[in-house]
């Protein structure tokens, strides 16, 4: 077994699907224009122990051991067709793969085809429908929907102007006397790194509570953490004195915080900030619902007491979710609705999305029946700075993907010919179709709508998306290639699963690495689902309108190009992890662009030859 026989195999099927099959199914189909080089099929490229590669990709898995008598998704979801109670795994997109029939996967199969061969998810729709009525894709026997809030959309729209006509007036009044004083959750986080970077600039805000786990400090006292803390996001001096840190557990009732210490928050605290979560895609339900959604019900709980104090000063709760919450929502717009969402028509991808949907429903319950001043935040997938890439050292999600194939590639680039033909051949690959769109979004304006939700009570209420439009990933696998080298391809993610991987598992134990193939394994398990067609479409707009937000969106083509440069140049891979050696790196990065810029080459302008020849020649570190 070789890889030009997978190849020939792949090829064979390929041929078939779209020479006999695809023409009966849409007879006036047009191939798509291929809008790229195709790449040498020899690339330049590295054996290797990648054994934290699975922390990479999945993030501090914590105590795995954990298990809630109250996580039942039937307190959130309920049943319209079917029997029995909700179990977990029954709400993921992956449990009906397995389920499917060889008529509904050989379906799935050509309407991916169709979808690659004409560029068109329209056409991959059309395909569906004309497979059905061959008996392909039959009707699910089951359905759900999440807790309705028992108001009709007056009610609803009702509460709402009450609530931001009651936020419009605790703003004025902190404003008048003494400013912003926020509570924040998740500061040490990518995001909440961020949002401490750009809130020490806001001359509006006087002070910033920041809850951080005792583990996180890795037992250096809170003093000493809090000052390398604030010194590795280079936050000018007299801006730090804003900035106080305080031990706490968002895994538990009201933070685990002492009754002495709420009560000195209660007269003063005007927002509390939400960022603390876990994004992990590969984690058990309990342990993802102990993360996101019970931590979420205790920062509801702390933000109401917040509220309801005696003279209290409080404006908002400014909760952080995801626009994921959507899950695989095809074809329809997932809009910024105000009421609970609507449960996916297909379901979710991971525990990740369904149990950040939760904790949605959670904070529209509390917002709309407990009267508490909520504003939804839901970013996209976050990505590095806009302008260069910065991400405090993040290694989760399109990072992970990103810094494991990049390693993978310096690996395999050093077995021997012809091993590292076939296996660069081989493994460089991914499920998927080079048409869809992935929402993305660059940490600087997911922070900038948080920081504007501060003083924009007109929020209040609403569900916000945090996005920017989204990327095609065929453009963002020949951005990596003309900025690294590195080809990934699309493969038919049916005959991935049910071809491909098991003759690659087979592969890789002939060659004694079994291990490599099980990092692949879970990245194809990760992110395979954001790779396939028929991603969510979100709605935008909320943060033009209410939040006051620029229209001009960033360029991704230009983020993804910073992304590149910036996992590969600073962070090498992932492989740097010093957060000392990171933050000193990031520092210099940022610096080396900005003389670049103000000599009138900024780094997007030079070609990744000439730009990495003046890296190397500013011997940043």
Sequence with gaps: INAEYMGQQTMAIRSVLRHAILPRVVPNAQPMARTFATPKRQLPGIN???????????????????????SSPDK??????????????????????????MLSLAGEAIASEVVRWTGSEASGYR??????????????????????LGMTDKEIAEKREK???????RLEECMKKDKIHIFVSGAAGFIGQEFCQTVAANDNVRSVHCVVLPAETQGAPLDEWSDLYLARLDIPVAQRTKFHFLFGDCEKPLF????????????????????????????????????????????????????????SPFVNAIMTETCYIHGRYKPLMAREQSTPV??????????????????????????????LRVIACCPAIVVGHSVNGNNHGDRKVINAAVNAFG???????????????????????????????????????????????????AATGERVHLGSGGINTGHMRDLFFQEIGIWVAYVNPVIHRYVRKPLLKVMFNLIGQPKLFARLELLFNIFGGYSEWGQPNHELGNDVRLLGL???????????????RHNHLVQGWGQVRDRDELARREKAWKEFLEVLQREGRPALSLDPKEFNARVKAAKLW
């Excluded at 959130?76 to 029939?101: D, S």
């Excluded at 609530?163 to 007036?169: F, I, P």
């Excluded at 949907?357 to 509390?366: C, I, N, T, Y």
């Excluded at 001009?552 to 590149?564: E, H, K, Q, W």
């Design 127 to 148: 395909a569906v429908e004309k497979l059905r009525k061959f008996g392909a894709f039959k009707e699910r026997d089951t359905r759900f929907q999440f807790r309705s």
């Design 342 to 371: 609507d449960f996916p028509s297909d379901y979710y991808n991971n525990h990740y999305e369904l149990t950040k949907a939760l904790s949605d429903v959670l904070s529209m319950e509390a917002c709309y029946k407990k009267d």
């Design 48 to 70: 290797m122990e990648l054994d934290d590669l699975l922390l990479d990709a999945r993030g501090d898995v914590g105590d795995m051991d954990f298990t809630s008598k109250d």
């Design 550 to 564: 620029s229209p001009t969106r960033p360029d991704l083509g230009n983020v993804v190009r910073m992304m590149a």
């Design 76 to 101: 959130f979801v309920n049943r319209v067709k079917g029997t029995g109670p909700v179990v977990p795994a029954e709400l993921l997109n992956p449990f009906y793969l397995k389920k499917a029939g």
């Design 256 to 311: 685990d915080l002492s009754e002495e210490t709420l009560k000195g928050f209660e007269g003063k605290i005007t927002h509390l900030v939400h960022l603390a979560a876990s994004v992990s895609f590969e984690d058990p339900y309990d342990f993802m619902f102990k993360k996101n959604v019970l931590a979420t019900a205790h920062a509801l709980d702390i933000a109401l007491r917040f509220q309801q104090a005696a003279n």
């Design 407 to 457: 390693r993978i590639f310096e690996e395999l680039s050093k077995f021997p010919q012809p091993l590292r033909s076939i296996a660069l051949r081989s493994v460089m690959a991914f499920p998927g179709t080079a048409s869809v769109t992935m929402n993305i979004s660059p940490v600087d304006r997911v922070t900038a709508g948080l920081v504007a939700a501060l003083e924009r009570p």
């Design 163 to 169: 609530l931001k006509a009651e936020a419009q007036v």
